[in-house]
Each structure stands twice: as structure tokens, then as C-alpha cells.
Antibody, heavy 123, light 107 residues
Framework: QVTLRESGPVLVKPTQTLTLTCTFS??????????VSWIRQPPGKALEWLAL???????YYSTSLKTRLSISKDTSKNRVVLTMTNMHPADTGTYYC???????????????WGQGTTVTVSS | DIQMTQSPSSLSASLGDTVTITCRAS??????VSWYQQKPGKAPELLIYTASILHSGVPSRFSGSGSGTDFTLTVSNLQPEDFATYYC?????????FGGGTKVEIK
């Protein structure tokens, strides 16, 4: 069974750096084609894709946020970490991680999602 | 970057109705579109990938079509559990992108 779980602070202050961890099981990020992606959702708003890391350690970022984002993986611990610098109240929302690579003949489809973690940016 | 424009943003329908949601990509992406369903307070769930392939366990009343830049999600015979928000996503090229969402409400 594939599961992902996000963890991190509930509250961060403006200008601080957010560090989120996605801990997963049921698959390996050393398997060709496997990726983990981060997505966020402000309250009442649409999903926004943030970043992706693949089995080869290639990293991809949202164009609008790439100067603030960093993604890394620890395959021995089955973890993916996302950091976002210079947090702003507009970054408040639910942050999800999701697996990519679990459906055949597909490219970047997110077949299993974590439950999400809510982050509030406020002083 | 590829943008996804989804319409309508919301719609009202009755049990048993058929609803159609559309998504337009800003450039041609073959059939690389996914559709997700999200219920309040829950994570999105994959419904359809590669424009028309139902993900495991998804009821056959859901269907998807399209290629190039125009895509549709159709839900036939609406059931109570289908009232939710639906998102398209281009799965062709990074950076990835979602549509703005369509909220399907009970009439």
C-alpha cells in the first residue's frame, strides 16, 4: 500500500523559512520513473503546483516560486523535503505531497496524495 | 509555461444529470491531461489520466476525452458522492499546472 504523509510547522512568521517533510512508504524513489511532487492550496482556492523531484534527483520548480523553493530527497529514509524561503501571509494554505509514476504509460500524473498539512503565515 | 483554463468555475446539477467540464491548454499537449476530484477537507484524488483512462476503482460514469488543447470530463448519472470540486492538470511538461477548478453543486 502506497502512503504519503506531510509534516511540518503549523504556524510560521512572515520572512521565515518553511520546511516541510513528505514521508512515504510502499514505493521507492530509486525506481525509474518515480517522482514526488509538492502542491499547495490556499483556503478556498485552486491547487497550485510547486515542485517535483525524480528518481534521478532531477528537480523542477514552479516558475513563479523557483527563487524561493528547494526540494531534496533522502532515499534511505523515504523522505522528500521542501523548503520555501521568505514566507508571506499569502503562502497560507494546505500543502500536499503526491506520488508520480504509479500509473502505466503516463507522464506526470499524481496517483496517490498525502492528507495535506495546513500552514498559517502570521506574526 | 503551459496554462490550463477550466470552465465553468461552478455549476448546479441534480441527481441523475450528466455534466461536462472543459479544460483548455495554452499549447498542444497531446493527451497528457489528468482529472482530479476533491471533496471538502480532503486531498484530491486521481480520476482520469492521459485524457481518457480511468484510474483504478473509478466508476464508469466518469469519462474523459480530448487531445491537443481541448479536453472534457463528463460525469453521467450524477450520484450524491459526485458533488465535489474537479481539477484538470497538464501532465505533459514541467512546470506542471492545474486548472482553476469546477465546483459541482446540488441544484
Amino acid at each position: 500500500q502506497v502512503t504519503l504523509r506531510e509534516s511540518g510547522p503549523v504556524l510560521v512568521k512572515p520572512t521565515q523559512t518553511l520546511t516541510l517533510t513528505c514521508t512515504f512508504s510502499g514505493f521507492s524513489l530509486t525506481t525509474t520513473g518515480m517522482c514526488v511532487s509538492w502542491i499547495r492550496q490556499p483556503p478556498g482556492k485552486a491547487l497550485e503546483w510547486l515542485a517535483l523531484i525524480d528518481w534521478a534527483d532531477d528537480k523542477y520548480y514552479s516558475t513563479s516560486l523557483k527563487t524561493r523553493l528547494s526540494i531534496s530527497k533522502d532515499t534511505s529514509k523515504n523522505r522528500v523535503v521542501l523548503t520555501m524561503t521568505n514566507m508571506h501571509p499569502a503562502d497560507t494554505g494546505t500543502y500536499y505531497c503526491a506520488r508520480i509514476g504509479g500509473v502505466p504509460d503516463a507522464l506526470y500524473d499524481m496517483d496517490v496524495w498525502g492528507q495535506g498539512t495546513t500552514v498559517t503565515v502570521s506574526s | 509555461d503551459i496554462q490550463m483554463t477550466q470552465s465553468p468555475s461552478s455549476l448546479s446539477a441534480s441527481l441523475g444529470d450528466t455534466v461536462t467540464i472543459t479544460c483548455r491548454a495554452s499549447q498542444r499537449i497531446s493527451t497528457y491531461v489528468s482529472w482530479y476530484q476533491q471533496k471538502p477537507g480532503k486531498a484530491p484524488e486521481l480520476l482520469i489520466y492521459t485524457a481518457s483512462i480511468l484510474h483504478s476503482g473509478v466508476p464508469s460514469r466518469f469519462s474523459g476525452s480530448g487531445s491537443g488543447t481541448d479536453f472534457t470530463l463528463t460525469v453521467s448519472n450524477l450520484q450524491p458522492e459526485d458533488f465535489a470540486t474537479y481539477y484538470c492538470q497538464q501532465s505533459h511538461t514541467v512546470p506542471l499546472a492545474f486548472g482553476g477548478g469546477t465546483k459541482v453543486e446540488i441544484k
